[in-house]
């Protein structure tokens, strides 16, 4: 069985931004009302494709902790 989707689509805007803010993904877990975990963050960074679920409690954490307003377009390229 073959899937056409493709999985791994490089690194994601996300990583950049979480290196020049200088967050930590621990942070990012810390701040989160929702249940995110760092391997979820990872995965992100990473390009791996996530639900759009996993990409919102990413995002709302990020903007917690930042303190700024990410749109979905800023830290995801899919």
Not at 6 to 17: D, W
Not at 19 to 43: D, G
Not at 59 to 74: I, Q, R
Request: net charge positive.
């Amino acid at each position: 069985m073959t899937d056409d989707t493709e999985r791994n689509l490089g690194e994601q805007p996300i990583a950049k931004i979480l290196e020049t803010l200088e967050i930590k993904v621990n942070a990012l877990v810390e701040i989160s009302t929702e249940q995110i975990t760092h391997k979820m963050i990872h995965r992100a960074c990473k390009g791996r494709r996530l639900s759009k679920k996993v990409q919102r409690k990413i995002l709302t954490a990020l903007n917690a902790v930042s303190g700024k307003n990410y749109s979905h377009g800023d830290l995801f390229n899919y």
